[in-house]
């Protein structure tokens, strides 16, 4: 893609994802057969394999001359290399170490697949994200977001979010027959294909019988689905009116979820009309985790509300605790005593 913008060269990846268009080359070739097994034999969902297809479409168009065989390690390593600065060297450290995991997966395949003998990722090493900054949305901004929605279900997708620590994709997959009969537990379908139950808080339990009640959806409908409307402000904040086109038995993609998410917090005045940037749904996540710490102080069961494989990320990555939180426990023991 010698002489293209980036802009020419990101056009020219979604027109090909699109129509398949990369699976052409020799590489591609080896992509689709990746993809097949990514889907029908490692079980990813489709918004992973829509995640992994893209670069590796790219992959595939910027070396359309090459065999899988000449990304044999060393040459290969340094293929990697310049492929994986020419496109993303100006992007966030966490946005590179996702292209960098997509890169050794598709690779480590070949490797395990015969196709390859070594792995051309193995002497990458990933970015370090430095001096990240994560917040934690304060309780009253989290009550004034949810109270400010005019649409009963997304309140209850924020709850969901703000209570359950729920990831953007584990959202949007929601369906009502995820929720049990009694609504107390919610299949969570999470990263890695994994499938957990989680309990659902009364005071939930109770707007979700509310809006059953009156929507009657299907088992099959998603909480959060495409809709169109006639337009936006007044015109989006009214529960049916104004709505011309609506899809239950679809999820949203994660760039309508983006969508959604700054939608909400317009509503509720945080962020300026038109923003769509810096306050990411993913400090929902850090902030339901946080308070969860704040209240139980119990970081074994912090860690099972996140579902992470590990502890340790529960408490450096997700424990947003201070010196005003130690200060509040010191006080409570001086009252025990």
């Known amino acids: 893609m010698a002489g293209l913008t980036l802009a020419d060269a990101a056009r020219m990846m979604r027109e090909s994802v699109k129509d398949r268009t990369y699976r052409a080359t020799p590489i591609g070739l080896e992509v689709a057969k990746y993809y097949r097994w990514k889907k029908n034999e490692w079980g990813a969902t ?140 919610l299949r969570v379908y999470g990263k890695g294909g994994t499938i957990l139950p989680v309990p659902v808080p009364d005071f939930i339990r109770q707007e979700l019988a509310k809006y059953m009640a009156t929507e009657e959806p299907n088992p099959s409908d998603y909480l959060l689905y495409p809709q169109r409307r006639t337009g936006r402000s007044e015109r989006w904040n009214r529960e049916v009116e104004g709505v011309i086109w609506e899809d239950r038995s679809k999820p949203l993609s994660s760039t309508a979820m983006h969508r959604w998410w700054y939608r909400c917090l317009e509503a509720a005045g945080v962020v300026a009309q038109g923003v769509t940037a810096d306050s990411p749904m993913h400090e929902s996540r850090h902030t339901a985790i946080t308070e969860f710490l704040r209240s139980e102080g119990n970081l074994k069961l912090a860690q099972q509300l996140a579902r992470h494989a590990s502890i340790q990320t529960t408490a450096d990555i997700y424990g947003h605790l201070d010196d005003a939180d130690l200060e509040r426990a010191l006080a409570r023991m001086d009252s025990l005593s």
Request: hydrophobic content about 40%; overall charge positive.
């Open 46 to 185: 489709a918004s992973t394999l829509r995640d992994y297809e893209a670069p590796l479409a790219l992959l595939s168009l910027d070396h359309a001359d090459l065999e899988l065989g000449d990304f044999e390690p060393p040459v290969g390593t340094e293929r990697v290399r310049e492929f994986w600065d020419r496109h993303w060297s100006d992007r966030s450290p966490r946005t590179r170490k996702k292209i960098l995991s997509i890169l050794r997966d598709f690779f480590g395949w070949a490797v395990r697949e015969g196709k390859l003998h070594g792995d051309p990722t193995t002497p990458i090493r990933a970015p370090r994200q430095r001096g990240a900054e994560r917040r934690v949305i304060e309780a009253d901004v989290v009550a004034k977001i949810i109270a400010a929605q005019p649409s009963q279900r997304d309140r209850i997708a924020l709850m969901l979010l703000f209570r359950l620590a729920l990831r953007k994709s584990e959202l949007a997959a929601i369906q009502f027959k995820h929720f049990g009969h009694d609504r107390k537990r």
